[in-house]
Every structure is written in C-alpha cells, then in structure tokens.
C-alpha cells in the first residue's frame, strides 16, 4: 500500500485551518488560552499526590519531591511533541490524528485504539475512586449511588457545552487551589511550632537512600499524575486563538502543576508522622497525606484534604476526562473509524452529543463491574497509564517521522532530540509496568488488528480527510 501524505495546504501561512485538511468547523470556538490551561490543570489535579503521597514517598525512598520533578521533566519532551503536531494539524483526536496524519491513517487507527484505553476507562477510574472515597466518609451511600450521581452531573455539565464546563472547571480549580494553600499555610505554622520531622530538604535528596533505578522507577508511578495534560488538544477545534495556544497551554500547565506537586509533597514529608513505617511497609490504605495533614492543622484538615480528592477526582477531573473522550470519539467517527452517530453533533450546545452519552454509559458499566473487584482500582489504573504511554511513544516517532523525513526539517532539537529522548523516558515505564497490564493492553491492541483486517477485507481502510496517496 502507497504511504499516504496530507494534501499539501499553503505552508506559508501562519495559522492552518481546519477546511485546509477536508473538515467542516461543527464544534463552537469558545476556548481562550486561560480556559485551556485550567482544563489541563484541572484534567490533572492540583492536589493529586494527596492520594498517591504514600506509594511515592515508599517507591522514591522518601524523595517524593524530587521524583515529581523528574517526572514533570519527563512529561515536557512529550508536550514538546504535542505542540509541534498540534501546530502541523490543528483539529481534535489527539495522538489518533497526529500519527494518522504523521505515518499513515492505519497507524493513527490503532494509536486512537490503544489510546482508547486511557481515555475511555479514565473516567470510570476517576468515578469509582471518587466514589469509594466518599462511601468510607459516608457510608449509608452506597459506592454505586456516588457513581451514578457522579456521572449524571457531569453528563449534563458536558451536554449544556464547554462554555459551562470552562466556567465549571475554574471555580472547582480555585476550590483545590484553596485547600491546598490552607494545607501548606498550616503545614509551614506547624513545622515552625517544631510539629513533624523537622526542616529538611531530604524530599529533594536523600544521600542514605539515592539510586538511580530507585527514584526512576517511582517516576514511573509518579507520572500518573501528570496524565491529562495531553487532554488539551482534544479541545483544538474549540480554541477560538492560534494553534500555539495549545502546546503553551499543555507546558504551563505541566509546570505549574509540577511545582505545585513538588512544594505540596514536600511539606508533607517534613509532616507524615511514621516516616520509618511508610518506608518499611507502604501506605495501603492511601491515607498518608491525610494524617500529615492532621499534624499540621487536626482531624478537620485530615477530612478537609480526603473530602477534597473524593470531589476533585469525582467531579472536577472526570468532568473533563468524559469531556475529552467524547472528542475522541467524535474525531475517530467522523473519520468512519467508528460507528458514524458518535460524529453527531448538537446544534445547540455544539458538543459531540452522542459520544459524550456514550462515555457515561461506559463509565457506569465499567465501574460497576470493577467496584465489584477488590482490584478494580489498582487494575483500571495500570491499564490507563499503560495505554496512555503506549500512545504517547508513537506520538514521538511521528513527530520525528512527518518534520524530519517528510518536511526535511532542520530544526534538529525539536523535531528529533526531544522527541527521542522522550520516547526513551517513556519506554524505560512501559517495559516496567505491571504485567497483568501489559497482557490485557496487548489483548486490547490486538482486537485493534481484528478490526483493521476487517476494514481490509471490506475494502473500508482507514482514511483522513484530505490524504491523498503519496
């Protein structure tokens, strides 16, 4: 088969448009720049670690700040990738049309495929969570009472459109940014008082403790946190500003949300009053962070900090979670790469309006049958990031692959270092997830093939609008 090329637009121009590539603009350009950065900022948590502080503070030998910071240096090679493909081919789909659009339309199926993973299982993840965490503050509500109500407000936040979800997504940020400043105001009194461990900068660095494949392997787990900024360029067909706009919303977005991580995490460690014991045995119950915050300011901020990532992880960050699914979705359809009703959208509102009642019924399916499992959490966790990086590793080769071969490119750092060195980062986590992770992922990728034979042999290969062969 011919490799496939994008119909050559006028390159001198300083902005593409989405007619350049054979689409008609269907969703509303509400978006500014600030609204982009809150969405990633909110797709990813300020107050993240709070769940996760004691599994990274074990894996990283107590260096918790210093592997958020890896980890966000990490993430900036892949935004790098992201800015450079967003500005080649400004229109939603995320890593499905960048590598559809950077190799060929058969590549960027199975990248939509495998990315499916984290995008269509994220939600439920994010509800579940959010729901067992509010069943133990409240336990006459049942978990699959928090899921529905879960679902159902953020199906109609969704459905009435991004202009109420942008506006949504600041107050919930503000509120995070809130609780976290009280946290550390009272975490920083506390620590002056002589509460905690005492003054130290062993977050950043302890000699005892340092090794490299130690702290690169709790990068590994620490990188969750930092999925979702990629959720940005689902949302490029609804930026009202240039095409730039979505790759500096996605690396201020991981700088602000990375210095955040590292300050918080660390004023927790100097806080966590059994140090030895985290190290020692982990934190099973995930409420580490909780109880360095009852040292700082007493029970009420210990259920202030746990009510705030039950809401946060519920409602703020599945808000734009289910939000950015359905964009992929809507993408991937209206290529008749999946069923055509999920390209429907509402005159209205001007949101994909099918898909994003998809996502919430497979959100409920999904975390129902995995609240039913004593590893739903831990399992739907794995496959999301595995999916996630999997995706993300094609998304560097294609950024190396359209500048580099095809445009002849010369800009050497950002069209092939970076991408290169991210693609390296990223398959050192990969090969390190868990395997249950990488059988079912695999499994998940191969039923991608099945589909695409199947395409084959009905002589409906996948195709991008305005691809001619090469």
Sequence with gaps: MAEQTPAAPDRTAPE????????????KRTLSFTDLLVYGLIFMV???PFGIFGSVYQTSGGMVALTYGIGM???MFTANSYAQMSQAFPMAGSVYTYAGRGFRPWVGFLSGWVILLDYVLVPSLLYLVASV????????????AWLIGFIVLNTVVNYT??????KVNKIMLI???VVLAVFLVLGVVALAQGKGNGFSFSAFFNPHTFTLPLVLGAVSMAVLSFLGFD???????ENQGGSKN???AMIGALVLAGVLFMVQTWVASMLVPDAAKILAEGDPDGTSFYEAARVAGGGWLAVLTALSTAVAWGFANSLVAQAATSRLLYAMARDRQLPRFLATVSPKHGVPVNATFVVAGISLVVGLVMAARDDGITLLGTLVNFGALSAFLVLHLAVINHFIRRQKSRDWLRHLVFPLIGFGILLFVVINAKIAAQVLALGWLGVGVLVLIVFKIRNREPSLAGMEDA
Excluded: C, D, K, N
């Design 161 to 166: 459109g991004m202009e109420m979800t942008a």
């Design 16 to 27: 593409h448009r989405l007619e350049e590539f054979g689409y008609t603009q269907e969703l």
């Design 73 to 75: 240096a990490a993430m």
């Design 46 to 48: 300020p107050i993240a």
């Design 231 to 237: 959720g940005i360029s689902m949302l490029a067909e």
């Design 175 to 177: 509120a995070e940014l």
């Design 133 to 144: 965490a509010m069943a133990s503050i409240l336990p006459a509500v049942p978990v699959w």
């Design 246 to 248: 979505i790759g500096r």
